[in-house]
């Protein structure tokens, strides 16, 4: 099953992770207005550390983008993992052209 199967499973999904999203008031990734705070839901595509920086950058997607989540300090978060649902808010921010959460909030959504 490729990546994209997945996200479309898991959205798609009725009374799973997609019903839990949608019930917590997630806004769309490309409607999302930087530096306004906002609650968004997606599929964690990537997660790693910024070879430059040292950061570590968990990259979720859903129907309508990505968005990067940032945490200074940190080499790992191990309830990150690539394929599972999460929800996260924070203040939006712009880094090298990309949308990014710096130490959002996040929940891990049941599979």
């Known amino acids: 099953m490729t990546f994209a199967d997945r996200v479309?499973?898991?959205l798609g999904a009725p009374g799973g992770?997609?019903?839990a999203v949608a019930g917590a008031g997630v806004t769309p990734i490309a409607a999302c207005e930087p530096r306004a705070r906002v609650h968004v839901g997606g599929v964690v595509e990537r997660t790693g550390t910024d070879p430059r920086t040292?950061?570590?950058e968990v990259t979720i997607r859903d129907t309508t983008g990505t968005l990067t989540l940032i945490w200074m300090g940190r080499d790992g978060i191990t309830a990150l993992v690539e394929g599972d649902g999460v929800v996260a808010s924070g203040?939006?921010?712009e880094r090298d052209g990309k949308r990014v959460l710096y130490?959002?909030?996040f929940s891990v959504l049941p599979a």
């Open 54 to 56: 040292g950061w570590f």
């Open 91 to 93: 203040r939006l921010a």
């Open 8 to 10: 479309k499973q898991w």
């Open 17 to 19: 992770a997609a019903a």
């Open 103 to 105: 130490h959002p909030a």
